[in-house]
């Protein structure tokens, strides 16, 4: 596999394009195929099995296309249906929860955990912080209005403050020292979930360790890439005009003409 060919990721939507833009600041010689299950969004109200199917055909797609490894830059599909495709993938594979999971418990010790519904039913971050460290304790909170707000284009003003406001209710007397963001699309609201909880609370978002490591392994299979100008793919399964525009205004000039991929079974579930 050569070096220069690029790390593939996936989401059902928007959110994954945080941990593309972390790929971009870490590991600037990378090129990259980013695939949008749009079609799809949201994945956090889905089955185990719709979202494993889902996810393997995504994945395929990716390999097809010959990315050297993935990020499954999506927590719910990393909570449930990674440790399934890890033994199913012939390339190096790495997801976000334990990336999440170190980074929060490296000083935190009352850590909130904000996800979609099928995220925090798996308890995949409680497990992980355990393994970690028993000490601390782990407060789960499922916000299930937050990936329909923010695929709507909505992140920030006053009526996005009051949505997270109400998504963040159950954590604000928990007295947090540490909050992960257990959602891709959710540091592109991280300024009004911080204005929210004050300076207190620590705010992780997992990509930042999750791409950290992601280049620890591709420097140990010596498949660093070396290009001065990477070349970039995006793909969705719903409409790419409106994926290009909002994506436009999250990354910048980076983001390049987006393709449509169809997938099976691409009925939305209303947003
Ligand atoms: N951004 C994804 C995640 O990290 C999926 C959100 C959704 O589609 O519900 O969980």
Redesign the pocket.
Known sequence: MPSNAPIGLY???L??LSVVREVLRQLPHESHTYIGDTAR?????RSPEELLAFNREILDLLLQSGVKAVVVA????SAVALPVLDAECPVPIIG?IEAGARAAVEGGQRIGVI??EA?IRSRAHVRAIEDLDVACQVFPTACPQL?PMIESGLWEGPKAEAIVFESLAPLLDAKLDTLIL????YPFVRQVISDILGPSVRLVDPAEEAVRVLGDILAAHDLLADQAIPRHRMLVSGDPITFYQQAHLLLGDVVPAVEHVPVANALPIAL
Not at 41 to 45: A, D, F, Q, S
Not at 182 to 185: D, F, L, Q, V
């Open positions: 989401d059902s939507g959110g994954g969004v949201p994945y956090g109200g999506c927590n719910t599909s976000l996800a979609t995220t990936v257990g959602c891709t699309h």
